[in-house]
Structures are given as C-alpha cells and as structure tokens.
C-alpha cells in the first residue's frame, strides 16, 4: 500500500463509518414512519448531468408518492434555492429543520458517495433494496418492470450513478420541476437582459451552444467543432429562416473570438452556468451538440432542440424537436 494511501485510510474509515450510521438512522426512519424513500446517492458527472439524473428520479418519485432524498446536492450548492433550503434535497420539498445548511450538505453528500463501497455487498431485501450504476454509459429504465416491483416491495430503496431514466416523463412534470430548480431572483436579470436585447431587433432567437471543454477527448472528439464551423452553421440557419431577422444568443463553456460573430446579432456569453442555462430556455430554438447542457429548463419551457449530429449537415426547421423528456437525444440519453 502506497504511503498516500495510508494517509487517507483514516479519513476514508470515518466517511465509511459516518455513511453506515446515515443509512440506520434512514432504516429506523423508514421502519418508525412507516414511510417509503428513494436515497439518490453518488450522481456522477457536472451540473447538467447531475440536473438531468435529478429530474428522472424525481419524475418516478412524483409517479409513485414517493420522497426523493438527493444527497449529492451538496457538490452543487449556490443553483437553486429550494434545493439549498433543504439540508436533504427532499423531492416533494418540505420544511426543513436547518435552513442553507451548506457545510451539513456536502458532508452528507461526501459520506454518500463513500458509502458505495459497501452498499454493493449488502444483499437485498424486502425492506431495502439498491441499484448501482457503474459505469457512465449504463442506462436503467425507471418505467421497468424490474424497478416497478422494487417500488411495491421495498421500504428504503438506493439509487447510485447517472443513468437512470424515465422516458415517459409527463407535461404535468414541468411546472413541478420549474419550481423545484428555481434559479435565485439575483441571477434573473442576467437570465432575461440577453433575451430581452435580442429581441428588441430580432425576430426569432436562436441558442446556440459551444461545447469544446473537454470535448475533444469525449466520445473521441466527435461533438468537438472548431468556431469556424459554428460560423458556417449559423449561416445556414440565416437561410433556414431567410425570411425572419435571426439573433444569436451564443453560450460557450469557454471564451471564443467575438470577432468572428460580428456580422451575426448576437450576444455572446461564456461559462455562466446558471444564466446560460435559463437564457437558452427563452429562446425560440436551440442548437447544440449532444449534451444535457440546457435540456432541463428548455424541457419545462417546449423549447425545440437542434442536435448538431453532423455539423456539415443542412439545418431545417422540421429538424428542431421538442423534448418528450428531459435530454430527449437517443444516442446519449
């Protein structure tokens, strides 16, 4: 053993230790209220992904009347208030008994992912049950029949990793998922002033995304597009809709050239997690790479997607989709 290792034994005891008195204290809740929960624990991948995980649970939590505990919230706090207001990410949201509790959260967001160690050697039972997702790409369908019978005979049931999905989430869903990831009323003007300027001269609103941090190690470089291309994209889309005056309201992951968008109206914003992502759902359409970048709020708000399958392809309007659910792009939903 390596002498690293040896110094993080310790701290990888306590979290381990701290995780399996987090779930009795869960067991003896579940088994005193007669209640049954879904613990989402370990979501991997950045803010759209985890966003996008979030979202299928919570539909198969609303479907069932089950409450969704989101433990890993606390790796993403500062998002959205009503998730920061509960130190448990509840799904239905309740009161909770501290109020921002930011340092509580990530703590129990880190014994979480540390307490997939054991949890794969804990067998089944009629009273808790897991499913474990290992790798990135697996996929685990929450209409299934095997998770429906898990639903009716389990107490407490563990959810761990990305790929869970609903492919049948509801229109009832979107105004209960516009609610529960609410942006702060800070960020709001930053939200609507780009919106709000391109429309003062433009006609329709087109978002597009720029997607190159990490992508040129991602799926192989498939999705990675120098700007050069995105200028020729947007030039087709000017032709797409030759009789209507196009903005641009263009969002990157990383800073770009702005020189190459001045004969375009646009507006140009890089990184902005937050403000990009509900900018992009108040606009007419979206063009973007496979990615769950925007897919939540442009889900919620019937935003049709154009997905840059192959960038040297010509973009028509019958090509935009609307989402029939959250990241609604069959090659990497």
């Known amino acids: 053993m390596s002498l690293e290792k040896i110094i993080r034994l310790p701290a990888k005891l306590f979290y381990m230790l701290a995780a399996a008195i987090m779930y009795m204290v869960f067991c003896f809740y579940v088994w005193i209220s007669k209640r049954k929960i879904i613990l989402l624990v370990n979501t991997t991948g950045n803010l759209g992904n985890v966003i996008c995980t979030y979202s299928h649970v919570i539909s198969a939590a609303h479907k069932c009347g089950r409450t969704a505990y989101l433990l890993n919230s606390g790796l993403h706090y500062g998002y959205f208030e009503p998730i920061d207001d509960d130190w448990l990410s509840r799904f239905p949201q309740q009161t909770p008994l501290f109020n921002k509790a930011r340092l509580l959260k990530y703590f129990i967001a880190t014994i979480s992912r540390h307490s997939i160690t054991f949890l794969k050697y804990i067998p089944d039972t009629s009273f808790f049950a897991t499913v474990m997702l290992n790798a990135p790409r697996d996929r685990y369908d929450l209409n299934s029949s095997e998770f429906q019978s898990l639903l009716q005979s389990t107490s407490l049931l563990v959810l761990s990793g990305y790929g869970f999905r609903d492919y049948q989430q509801g229109k009832e869903l979107k105004p209960i998922l516009a609610e529960f990831f609410s942006p702060y009323d800070t960020v709001q003007p930053a939200i609507t002033e780009p919106i709000n300027k391109l429309r003062e001269r433009c006609q329709i609103v087109v978002g597009l995304v720029i997607r190159h941090a990490g992508y040129e190690d991602y799926n192989s470089g498939k999705y990675f597009h120098p700007l050069e291309k995105y200028i020729e994209l947007m030039e087709k889309i000017e032709h797409c809709f ?6 641009y ?7 770009q050239s702005q020189e190459h968008f001045k004969p375009f109206a646009y507006y140009f914003r890089a990184q902005a997690d937050i403000e990009n992502r ?40 019958s090509k935009f989709v609307k989402q029939r659910f959250v990241f609604d792009y069959p090659a990497s939903s």
Do not use: R
């Open 242 to 247: 030759a009789d209507k005056q196009i903005g």
């Open 278 to 317: 509900f900018s992009l759902a108040l606009c007419d359409y979206i063009v973007t790479v496979p990615s769950s970048y925007a897919t939540l709020p442009a889900f919620v708000n019937d935003v049709p997607f154009y997905w840059i399958e192959d960038i040297n392809d010509e973009p028509h309007e």
């Open 249 to 255: 309201f263009i969002c990157s992951d990383t800073d």
